[in-house]
């Protein structure tokens, strides 16, 4: 088992950036896809990012172009770079590992707890 710790969030102006880390601890996900969620107030959890053992990687359209997802294996540790913030970015987002490459929640076991991000505008 795996457990995922996020961090690197925070509060950045509309059209700042923001990377956020998420490091686990325990057996290595070096063959697992991982993905980003996030979870506005008030609203369903959505698919952001996913890359998968081999890195295909896909993003929600919205924010294509704008943010970057990456793993560094040996570190155990899967980033999001988030550029050309928006306040419609402003959610708590979660780091996910799975078995499968997917853009649904329930492929994916393992959650971290989350970290906040607030864009002003």
């Known amino acids: 088992q795996v457990q995922l710790a996020e961090s690197g969030g925070g509060s950045a102006q509309a059209g700042g950036s923001l990377t956020l880390s998420c490091a686990g601890s325990?057996?290595?996900?070096?063959?697992?896809?991982m993905a980003w969620f996030r979870q506005a107030e008030g609203k369903e959890r959505e698919f952001v990012a996913a890359?998968?053992?081999?890195?295909?990687?896909f993003y929600l359209e919205s924010v294509r172009g704008r943010f970057t997802i990456s793993r560094d294996n040996a570190k155990n540790t899967v980033y999001l770079q988030m550029n050309s913030l928006k306040p419609e970015d402003t959610a708590v987002y979660y780091c996910?590992?799975?078995?499968?490459?997917?853009?649904?929640?329930?492929?994916?076991?393992?959650w971290g707890q989350g970290t906040q991000v607030t864009v002003s505008s």
């Open positions: 996910a590992m799975g078995r499968a490459f997917s853009v649904g929640d329930r492929m994916y076991n393992e």
């Open positions: 325990g057996r290595s996900f070096s063959n697992y896809a």
């Open positions: 890359i998968s053992w081999s890195h295909n990687i």
